[in-house]
């Protein structure tokens, strides 16, 4: 059981540099979204998607695009990194509304210099 | 706006020492609050999902209950692998959007 895969774990960038973090899950879930978690801050929502085709923004949306092409996946895009998107990255899937609990990847943990 | 808080930020138990997590919440609509465990290094893990004021829900030694300002999460006689941050989260609006806004969590160290 795979769950929530998420690509790559490690990154380091440098300011201006754009990238793509993978995130895809085999559980066939509707809802998927994305995560940032900074120290003091909490999780907070970058992008969210409710099914295929269909995304919306989230409280930090910023610097960031996504696509959901397909149900099993939800890439987050950086268009031109800053030091300010250091963080470490979450994707999550549910069946439904999430009412019955989020599937959490492991993480990207990416620094940007 | 809608808000989540929790406390204490960090907390030391002995092995065997219970005790309480807090989650207060300021919210327009409650769909659900959540609480989910997180060891360094990984992604949260769900735990419970609390719909209405008076509810309960356990789980080997934690207990989950829920009113209509707040959330605690108690753990009775914990041990070591207990160690872990703990996040609460609120689904909140009129929409089915599965949005959730968490609070900054409590991270909770048992020595044995």
């Known amino acids: 059981n795979a769950g929530v895969t998420q690509t790559p774990k490690f990154q380091v960038l440098k300011t201006g540099q754009s990238m793509t973090l993978q995130c895809a899950q085999d559980?066939?879930?509707?809802?998927m979204s994305w995560y940032r978690q900074d120290p003091g801050m909490g999780l907070r929502l970058i992008h969210y998607s409710v099914g295929a085709g269909i995304t919306d923004q989230g409280e930090v949306p910023n610097g960031y695009n996504v696509s959901r092409s397909t149900t099993e996946d939800f890439p987050l895009r950086l268009l031109s990194a800053a030091p300010s998107q250091t963080s470490v990255y979450f994707c999550a899937s549910s069946a439904g509304t999430g009412l019955g609990g989020y599937t959490f990847g492991s993480g990207t943990r990416l620094t940007v210099v | 706006e809608d808000q989540v808080t929790q406390s204490p930020e960090a907390l030391r138990l002995q092995e065997g020492e219970s005790s309480s997590l807090n989650c207060s919440y300021t919210?327009?609509?409650?769909?659900?609050l959540f609480w989910y465990r997180q060891d360094p290094g990984k992604g949260p893990e769900f735990l419970f999902t609390?719909?209405?004021a008076g509810e309960e829900k356990e789980k080997e030694r934690l207990k989950a209950t829920l009113t209509k300002k707040e959330s605690f999460l108690h753990i009775t006689a914990p041990k070591p692998e207990d160690s872990a941050t703990y996040l609460c989260?609120?689904?909140?609006?009129?929409?089915?959007?599965?949005?959730?806004?968490f609070g900054q969590g409590t991270t909770l160290q048992v020595k044995p």
């Open positions: 919210v327009s609509g409650l769909r659900g």
């Open positions: 989260a609120v689904q909140a609006g009129s929409s089915n959007t599965g949005k959730l806004i």
């Open positions: 559980m066939n879930h509707e809802y």
């Open positions: 609390l719909y209405s």
